[in-house]
């Protein structure tokens, strides 16, 4: 079972306490033996999943928007993202070179393409993580929401 991730970043840090508990329930539904997650690794959400993906002993897969997406991470995202990378059994890329929206788009079209299940960390709000979650019902793969009560974005 591939489970995908999307989700809007930014958000404050009592929404992130919530979101990270809320994204290890949903992985911890599945099977670690049946279970990859597949990730941007995107600060945020994308990130905290697949924490938990790894943190379940689930497998993980990661899709590079473009050659230059490691770049434009912080500091201390680069970490992060540099030990998740080492974790995945795959590195999908898009073959883009430029980390923009083009690139951006193209990694969440990839990420649809290998995921059974898309986890959607949204709070009901038109933007990207809106147009990934029409997308993802317009190509039939089932997205469950994930939205704490008490969630809210800055």
Known sequence: ?????????????????????????EVER??????????????GPEAWFAEAVVAHGAELETVEPAKLFRQGLSD?????????????????RTGMTVDDDHARSAA???????????????DGTPGTTADVVDFARTYDVPVSIVWPQGAHRV
């Open 1 to 25: 079972m591939y489970l995908g991730i999307t989700g809007q970043d930014g958000l404050p840090e009592q929404t992130e306490l919530l979101v990270r508990e809320a994204l290890l329930t």
């Open 108 to 122: 969440s079209g990839a990420v649809l393409g290998l995921a059974d299940h898309l986890l959607a960390v949204w």
């Open 30 to 43: 599945f099977d670690a033996e049946e279970l990859v997650g597949v990730s941007c690794l995107a600060e």
């Open 76 to 92: 201390v995202h680069r970490t992060t993202y540099d030990r998740l990378v080492a974790r995945a059994r795959a590195v999908h």
